[in-house]
């Protein structure tokens, strides 16, 4: 059934992409309430009310669960027993399932390649001796990085030509949390493909993004990516697979290492809108924002069709100061987020400069 307008979304998670969420509703005539345990959020900022608690607090769910028409959230750590708790009340979108298979590197891998989506080759870690075996298979090199809760290259370590040993400790300074080791991909370029599915089970997938990362941050998204059609093609079809076998509605973002001859290695899935895909506020129509809000409202998608080419170009700390030349631009679109305090590391907004008409 279609969201009506006036209807209240409920979001959890209270940061930039909730607060861009929020605009998305508003401008489709809803309501959005936010669940954050920080007052003051950016989402809180632009929404029509907070609640603040923590995201597994039982009468905070009570409560967003009374208040919402439907929920959903912005990042991928929400805890799955939160989602399955509140999706016995109201929809929840997208799936709890999503969550579980996003939050947990190993399942997410095992899933990808289970459905005929290749990834980087992988070994779960639980100790030294496990990683020195491991290791030796990937000829001395990998990437090991916690199961859980990494983000922007948090919790990743990157071995390189060391099949010898000499790995004790290793696992007790990652946390002595479950690792995962990845073989080390020499990948060309890293790409990103944004795409939504209705709650219809029809799909609009944006065009592949090229990611810039810098110490573990993502800092440029430019579109079209440097990549032929073939894989462009082949990337919104792994897409399409991946949202088909979730049972997926709204917004997903994919990441993957595009290699010399083409080919592709899924490296993650975050259920949910993506920092890759703020560009098409600016060169789409309908941006990844308002694709989420129709998906989860059962409103038809729009169309994901990109008329501009362009660069996104985030906003870290004290890029803001910036700001006043951006805006002396023409052709430049800016979205800040409403934080009060700029630190290192912080995303702080973004922009995205529109290149030139497709
Ligand atoms: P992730 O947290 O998985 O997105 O990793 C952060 C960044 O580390 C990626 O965007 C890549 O630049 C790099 N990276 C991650 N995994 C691998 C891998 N298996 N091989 C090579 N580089 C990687």
């Given at each position: 059934?279609?969201l009506a ?7 959890i ?14 401008r ?20 029509n ?22 929920v ?16 016995a009340?109201i ?9 579980e ?7 997410e ?7 005929g989506?290749?990834?980087a ?5 639980d100790?030294?001796?496990?990683l ?20 922007d ?12 040993g ?19 991909v020499?990948?060309e ?5 944004i795409a ?14 090229e990611?810039?990362h ?25 897409v ?12 997903i ?20 809108v993506?920092?890759?895909?703020h ?6 129509t ?35 100061l ?8 023409s052709d ?14 912080r ?8 290149l030139r008409?497709s």
């Amino acid at each position: 059934m279609n969201l009506a307008p006036g209807s209240t979304i409920g979001i959890i998670g209270g940061g930039q992409l909730g607060r861009m969420l929020a605009m998305a509703a508003a401008r489709l005539g809803y309501r959005a309430v936010v669940l954050e345990p920080e007052a003051d959020c950016p989402a809180a900022q632009v929404a029509n009310r907070q609640i603040v608690a923590a995201y597994d607090d039982q009468a905070a769910l009570a409560e967003l669960a009374s208040a919402s028409a439907v929920v959903t959230y912005e990042f991928e750590n929400v805890p799955v027993a939160a989602a399955q708790t509140l999706a016995a009340r109201i929809p929840v979108y997208p799936p709890a399932r999503a969550l579980e298979v996003a939050q947990d590197r190993v399942t997410e891998k095992s899933f990808l390649n289970g459905i005929g989506i290749p990834t980087a080759e992988f070994c779960p870690i639980d100790n030294d001796d496990q990683l020195t075996v491991a290791l030796k298979k990937f000829n001395g090199s990998g990437v090991l990085k916690t199961r859980r809760l990494g983000y922007d290259g948090k919790g990743q370590r990157v071995f390189r030509n060391m099949e010898t040993g000499g790995f004790a400790g290793t696992c007790e300074a990652m946390g002595n949390v479950p690792l995962i080791l990845e073989s080390l991909v020499a990948f060309e370029r890293e790409i990103s493909v944004i795409a939504a599915r209705g709650r219809d089970g029809s799909i609009a997938a944006y065009d592949p993004a090229e990611n810039v990362h810098r110490e573990g941050i993502l800092r440029t998204s430019t579109v079209p990516a440097g990549i032929g059609q073939q894989t462009a093609l082949a990337a919104k079809e792994a897409v399409a697979k991946i949202l088909s076998a979730l049972a997926y509605v709204g917004v997903i973002g994919v990441e993957f290492f595009v290699l010399a001859d083409g080919s592709l290695l899924a490296n993650e899935l975050a259920p949910r809108v993506h920092n890759s895909g703020h560009w098409t506020e600016a060169a789409c129509t309908v941006s990844q924002f308002e694709q989420h809000i129709r998906a989860v409202a059962g409103l038809p998608l729009g169309s994901a069709a990109r008329h501009f080419d362009c660069v996104m170009e985030n906003l870290i700390g004290d890029d803001m100061l910036k700001v006043p030349a951006l805006l002396a631009e023409s052709d430049l679109m800016l979205h800040l987020y409403g934080k009060a305090e700029s630190r290192p590391g912080r995303k702080m907004g973004h922009f995205t400069r529109v290149l030139r008409r497709s």
